[in-house]
């Protein structure tokens, strides 16, 4: 070989090499598709984006999953209601930026990113990150993302709630059943009236649970979620622009999501390596109390009464019907005491802690007040039935208010967590004398001294 050949080879090898090492394997562009069989992989092999047919299925669905998972789990999916009924399937930017999947030489389009408004030019590409997320890019700025269309699971740094600029609500939804990833019946999404909560919805009426408001700390049905644990939890933004909570990784090696499963629970699962298998964390609901409203308007549920009636009546109520109470029905909920006179001289509170404090869509919330603020703000108003902080990480001056002024729902108690709630009661419920009360009040104003 002549030292003329020989340079040409050595050239020849180095554009290879350049070429095989700076062209990434995780991105799609205009003259790069994913055909069906063919799998991108993100650059730190994290997770995997290609065509995948469900156990007991022989539909094509685009998907992304865990690389290096042993058991595939898949965690989104962009074809979920119109699978491919064949291996022809193809993945491609199209010229004008969007993400289109097609058959091989057919028109249909089976699904698509729908971005409007992108100037045209060739310079479309989309791009698996090592988060799991899969970012359609125009030039360097990202025009779509699927962390913003989740599937039925939640990653970490994964949006949950509002982007109030683009109008856009992440909700995560169920599989249909574990062969068909289409939209199932149930959602898990953040609500905004009164204080934040989050619940989990059969259908688009029926709240099945509810994950409750944030406390500053976590959400109050949730004690299980901690950031002592291995996922910092305590991400909630609430601004201008929008109201969300997500989650990350205090150890990113480690595998970690929630799911919302086909049966209609929310499961926090992490990946054990050695057993080579998703291991719960927490589910709900998991327990009679978890279901949303069960006690009833007043009704205090107690799941670790083991013998007895899980639901109580707050302090000051009494059962609406004690015939459904014996036969431990508490739907119908609580009323208040026969005789009491709220409203009067010497009316207080009693606190409980360690609660799942009651639905807030109806309750009002002022960030201005602190706790004895709201205290007296609540006993100035005769349709006040209780109140707690609205934010208990920071001090009790400062943590903001939340009063009560129609039927308090869906309370339960933990053996930890939670937080204190205070409910309003009548002189009498607070053990101090009624009668002495009136007198002093009397008294008082006919600026009698004693």
């Known amino acids: 070989m002549s030292y003329q050949e020989r340079g040409i080879l050595v050239s020849m090898l180095i554009f290879f090499l350049f070429f095989r090492f700076c062209t990434s394997i995780d991105t799609i562009t205009l003259t790069r598709p994913v055909k069906d069989g063919d799998i991108l992989v993100s650059n730190g092999e994290s997770f995997a984006l290609g065509f995948f047919s469900p156990a007991n299925s022989s539909n094509r669905y685009v998907g992304i999953w865990y690389n290096k998972v042993s058991e595939q789990t898949v965690v989104w999916v962009a074809n979920r209601d119109t699978p491919i009924t064949n291996s022809s399937g193809i993945l491609s930017v199209d010229k004008t930026g969007n993400l289109v999947?097609?058959?091989?030489?057919?028109?249909?389009?089976?699904?698509t990113t729908n971005v409007s408004g992108v100037v045209a030019n060739d310079v479309f590409s989309a791009q698996l990150l090592d988060s799991g997320n899969l970012v359609l890019f125009q030039g360097e700025v990202y025009s779509w993302q699927s962390f913003d269309h989740p599937s039925n699971t939640l990653l970490p740094g994964m949006k949950l709630g509002l982007d109030r600029k683009a109008g856009l609500n992440r909700v995560v939804t169920s599989w249909k059943s574990s062969w068909n990833p289409g939209v199932g019946d149930y959602s898990y999404k953040m609500e905004f009236v009164g204080s934040t909560q989050l619940f989990l919805y059969k259908g688009n009426m029926t709240r099945i649970w509810r994950a409750g408001s944030w406390t500053g700390r976590g959400w109050s049905g949730v004690p299980g979620m901690t950031k002592d644990y291995i996922f910092n939890t305590s991400n909630y933004i609430n601004n201008a622009?929008?109201?969300v909570v997500f989650f990350l990784m205090l150890n990113s090696s480690i595998f970690s999501r929630l799911v919302v499963t086909e049966s209609g629970t929310v499961d926090r699962l992490t990946w054990h390596e050695a057993d080579r298998k998703w291991i719960g964390f927490w589910s709900h609901p998991k327990d009679q109390c978890d279901g949303y409203n069960h006690c009833g308007p007043f009704g205090f549920c107690d799941p670790y009464k083991s013998v007895t009636f899980e639901c109580d009546c707050l302090p000051g109520y009494e059962p609406q019907s004690l015939q459904d109470w014996y036969i431990r029905d508490g739907s119908k909920g609580c009323k208040r005491k026969v005789g009491t006179q709220m409203c009067q001289v010497g009316d207080g509170f009693v606190e409980l802690a360690h609660v799942m404090v009651p639905d807030t869509s109806t309750a009002r919330v002022n960030m201005s007040l602190g706790l004895k603020a709201c205290e007296e703000l609540c006993l100035r108003d005769c349709t006040c039935m209780g109140y707690a902080s609205a934010d208990i990480s920071k001090a009790a001056w400062d943590g903001g208010c939340i009063t009560w002024l129609g039927d308090m729902i869906d309370t339960k108690t933990f053996s930890d967590g939670g937080q204190t709630f205070y409910v309003r009661v009548e002189?009498?419920?607070?053990?101090?004398?009624?009668?002495?009360?009136?007198?002093?009040?009397?008294?008082?104003?006919?600026?009698?001294?004693f």
Not at 101 to 111: T, Y
């Open 241 to 243: 622009d929008e109201v």
């Open 427 to 449: 002189a009498a419920e607070l053990g101090t004398s009624y009668a002495l009360l009136i007198l002093i009040f009397i008294f008082s104003k006919l600026n009698f001294s």
């Open 101 to 111: 999947l097609h058959e091989k030489g057919q028109s249909f389009v089976f699904w």
